[in-house]
């Protein structure tokens, strides 16, 4: 197949890092055929120029519907704010591209699950952006486990604290508005955890969560006014895996300290994992089969013989970086584009995350126990 030509929507935060990830991934990976970046769009006429010219694209756009029905792009990235991923993705599906779009898929299940259909109607490729769980380190995870290295695994903790949104004084932005993002810390990071605890041990059976609003309203910087928060800054769940496996989440935007708080820990009966983002070059593995007297976590650094290190650096110990974990999810999107096969996570997964989301929110309405929708 030709180099699939890439459309991309937005220049923030993740725009920048879907580009960057775009640019280097034919340099990482010999096998992989780097994607051209061929269109950019974004707010504005300038902007989108300014980000063309930054991030390496070919041409731009001020107008995201151009970019969608170019006959020059293949694939549609959206890195937008949540709300405009609805249209965004079904409009780029109706044009037969292929969507690779970013977490979450969109602001209700029942809107990820029509962008779900139309994309297998239509038969093109999707992808979600969940680039944590390409990280070398949680692939080997997954494989011990898978391999019953630490027994049988009998207890799950995960948490996803930042402290983005700590500060009262902090504005408000789309990520408080319910119409704009959906669901608050949630939505945010709690998806990357779910998308995390289905990878690593499956399917979320049931829930009973709990929400909080810590800052009930912010200081509008449009207006200067105060305007409410209309989501949760901190969501608690139980949750019990659909193997039976009970778990916890704690997810919150105001964890004052953590900047990057991804963890978890796995509890089996020979041994348990640990891992933290803001260290994402350890995995700490305790095997309880060791002699009393040397019991203890060692720690795992990432190295070559980990999936998908060796491209980026031949050496143990020298580290990847957030934005290598973007290259091989965008290594991952390729490879699902060339091969015509799904790849993982799909808009599927995206549905399913939204499923989670959605049961840890009624939950805390209905104060109970409450089913995911399979
Ligand atoms: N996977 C991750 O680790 C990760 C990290 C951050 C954000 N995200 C996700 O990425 C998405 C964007 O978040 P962000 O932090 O980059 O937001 P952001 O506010 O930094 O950037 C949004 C971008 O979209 C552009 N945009 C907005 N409306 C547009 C329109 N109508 N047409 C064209 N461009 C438009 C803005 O100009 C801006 O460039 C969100 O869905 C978020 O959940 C994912």
Known sequence: ???????????????????????????????????????????????????????????????????VTDRAVDVVDVCTPNHLHREMALAAIAAGKHVYCEKPLANTAREAAEIAAAADAAGVRHMMGFNYICNPLLQLAREMIAAGELGEVYAFRGSYLEDYMSDPAVPWTWRCDRALAGSG????????????????????????????????????????????????????ALVEFERGLPGTFEISRVGTGYKCGLAFSVFGTRGALEFQQER???????????????????????????????????????????????????????????????????????????????????????????????
Not at 37 to 60: H, I, N, P
Not at 204 to 231: C, F, K, M, W, Y
Not at 284 to 307: K, M, Q, V
Not at 331 to 343: D, E, M, Q, S, Y
């Open 185 to 236: 810390a949630l939505a945010d990071l709690g998806s990357h955890l779910i998308n995390l605890g289905h990878f690593l041990l499956g399917g979320i059976a049931r829930v009973q969560g709990s929400l909080q609003t810590v800052h009930a309203q912010r200081r509008d910087p449009a207006s200067g006014q105060l305007r409410a928060v209309e989501n949760e800054d901190i969501a608690r």
């Open 1 to 67: 197949m030709a180099r699939p030509r890439f459309g991309l929507i937005g220049t923030g935060f993740i725009g920048r890092a879907h580009a960057i990830a775009l640019n280097a991934v034919g340099a990482v990976f010999a096998d992989q055929e780097a994607p051209v970046c061929e269109l950019l769009a974004d707010t504005t006429v300038d902007s989108a120029a300014r980000g063309a010219r930054a991030l390496g694209f070919a041409r731009s756009t001020g107008d995201w519907r151009a970019l």
């Open 280 to 374: 994402m070059n350890e995995l700490r593995h305790y095997d309880a089969a060791g002699p009393a007297a040397r019991s203890g976590f060692r720690t795992i650094l990432a190295g070559p013989e980990h999936p998908d290190y060796r491209p980026f650096c031949p050496a143990p110990g020298h580290g990847l970086g957030y934005n290598d974990l973007k290259v091989i999810e965008v290594r991952n999107v390729l490879r699902a584009i060339a091969n015509g096969t799904p790849g993982w996570p799909d808009f599927h997964e995206g549905v399913r995350v939204q499923r989670v989301m959605e049961a840890i929110e009624q939950s805390h309405a209905s104060r109970s126990w409450t089913e995911v929708p399979s």
